[in-house]
């Protein structure tokens, strides 16, 4: 149960009504009509919901969990139901984690943007704000800054100079951007920076010459970017984060990078100037992306890896240097192998 100092739970809901909330590509039905009427007060993981409470099981890995939950209702692929405990109530689901998702977001909607400006905080004369912006103290807005409706900027945040930003959008403690254009609906966590000076040298004798980086960064709608990332303004052409995409922690991204659209980078991963990303492409954490390279449309990268070379669209990869994830695998088996060959040595 989520604990409600922190979280307010907004409704109890029907599981009829749960199941008519869920878009139709999610598959949804209840394993019995019987239980249509049961009420479910909120969500919680296998192990600790209880009999009021609805979770969800989609990975062999927890099975054990999900036959012995106490679960009063539990989303769940169609082939587990002969593995529920007695007493829970399914939904039955081709994408339970994605339902339970929605479920979870109509028991907890995100709070609503409470209109103001603080008096501690900072707004150029010349900055125009949308109706129903939130501007908490010790924020600075730039002048020339554009702000849209029911943004909420929180405390400490800068709002460079003739930076603009959407609607709906959730800018948090200690953000900075400028040199920016950011769309709708964008969520950036504490500690991101956006739009600093890429890196950008002109390395050698008698000192390294500053190339200035005379471009910006475009990130469009719906996107979410992690707490204390990174992402550079471009040298000359912008760089841009595409609709939809998904950033962890801690990521850093340089100058000149084309991130396509509903793209997951994980924590901890560096993308080096000028690369490009195509839609859906997944990154796993801690890995390093050299400059320049393309990576294809939906395209996979396996976490810790280093990728120095292009990646079609649609290949998985992984190791260091990355290469197709079967090969790389082939060879971590035959080193293995080698090496109990030797003794255990190499």
Same mark, same amino acid.
């Given at each position: 149960?989520?604990?409600?100092?922190?979280? =307010?739970?907004?409704?109890? #809901?029907?599981?009829?009504?749960?199941? &008519?909330?869920?878009?139709?590509?999610?598959?949804?039905?209840?394993?019995?009509?019987?239980?249509?009427?049961?009420?479910? &007060?909120?969500?919680?993981?296998?192990?600790?919901?209880?009999?009021? &409470?609805?979770?969800?099981?989609?990975?062999?890995? /927890?099975?054990?969990?999900?036959?012995?939950?106490?679960? !009063?209702?539990?989303?769940?692929?169609?082939?587990?139901?002969?593995? @529920?405990?007695?007493?829970?109530?399914?939904?039955? @689901?081709?994408?339970? /984690?994605? @339902? /339970?998702?929605? $479920?979870?977001?109509?028991? /907890?909607?995100?709070?609503?943007?409470?209109?103001? +400006?603080?008096?501690?905080?900072?707004?150029? &004369?010349?900055?125009?704000?949308?109706?129903?912006?939130?501007?908490?103290? !010790?924020?600075?807005?730039?002048?020339?800054?554009?702000?849209?409706? *029911? =943004?909420? $900027?929180?405390?400490?945040?800068?709002?460079?100079?003739?930076?603009?930003?959407?609607?709906?959008?959730? +800018?948090?403690?200690?953000?900075?951007?400028?040199?920016?254009?950011?769309?709708?609906? +964008?969520?950036?966590?504490?500690?991101?920076?956006?739009?600093?000076?890429?890196?950008?040298?002109?390395?050698?004798?008698?000192?390294?010459?500053?190339?200035?980086?005379?471009? *910006?960064?475009?990130?469009?709608?719906? %996107?979410? +970017?992690?707490?204390?990332?990174?992402?550079?303004?471009?040298?000359?052409?912008?760089?841009?984060?595409?609709?939809?995409?998904?950033?962890?922690? #801690?990521?850093?991204?340089?100058?000149?990078?084309?991130?396509?659209?509903?793209? $997951?980078?994980? !924590?901890?991963?560096?993308?080096?100037?000028? =690369?490009?990303?195509?839609?859906?492409? @997944?990154?796993?954490?801690?890995?390093?992306?050299?400059?320049? %390279?393309?990576?294809?449309?939906?395209?996979?990268?396996?976490?810790?890896?280093?990728?120095?070379?292009?990646?079609?669209?649609?290949?998985?990869?992984?190791?260091?240097?990355?290469?197709? $994830?079967?090969?790389?695998?082939?060879?971590?088996?035959?080193?293995?192998?080698?090496?109990?060959?030797?003794?255990?040595?190499?």
């Amino acid at each position: 149960m989520a604990d409600p100092a922190f979280f =307010t739970r907004a409704c109890t #809901l029907t599981l009829a009504e749960i199941v &008519e909330r869920l878009p139709a590509a999610v598959g949804a039905v209840l394993a019995d009509q019987d239980d249509a009427h049961f009420v479910v &007060e909120d969500v919680a993981p296998l192990s600790s919901a209880g009999p009021a &409470e609805l979770s969800f099981f989609d990975n062999r890995k /927890y099975l054990g969990q999900f036959r012995t939950t106490r679960a !009063g209702a539990c989303v769940a692929l169609p082939r587990f139901a002969k593995d @529920a405990p007695a007493g829970c109530r399914l939904v039955l @689901a081709n994408d339970p /984690y994605r @339902a /339970y998702a929605l $479920i979870a977001q109509a028991f /907890y909607p995100q709070d609503p943007v409470v209109p103001g +400006i603080d008096i501690r905080a900072v707004v150029d &004369e010349s900055a125009r704000l949308g109706e129903g912006v939130r501007i908490d103290a !010790g924020a600075w807005i730039g002048p020339g800054a554009q702000i849209g409706a *029911r =943004t909420h $900027i929180a405390a400490n945040a800068v709002i460079g100079a003739n930076v603009t930003i959407g609607r709906d959008c959730r +800018i948090g403690a200690l953000v900075s951007v400028s040199h920016a254009r950011l769309g709708d609906r +964008i969520i950036l966590h504490p500690g991101v920076r956006i739009g600093q000076d890429g890196f950008g040298f002109a390395m050698g004798l008698p000192s390294h010459a500053k190339v200035p980086q005379l471009g *910006r960064v475009i990130v469009q709608d719906d %996107v979410e +970017i992690g707490a204390n990332s990174a992402i550079d303004r471009g040298a000359g052409p912008d760089t841009v984060v595409g609709e939809g995409s998904k950033i962890d922690n #801690l990521v850093q991204i340089g100058h000149n990078v084309q991130i396509g659209r509903h793209c $997951i980078l994980s !924590g901890q991963v560096a993308i080096g100037g000028s =690369t490009v990303l195509g839609d859906f492409v @997944a990154v796993g954490g801690n890995t390093g992306i050299s400059n320049s %390279v393309t990576i294809g449309t939906g395209a996979k990268v396996a976490g810790g890896s280093g990728v120095m070379r292009d990646i079609p669209a649609g290949a998985v990869h992984g190791g260091v240097p990355a290469k197709d $994830i079967q090969e790389f695998m082939r060879d971590m088996a035959f080193l293995t192998r080698l090496r109990k060959a030797r003794g255990g040595d190499l």
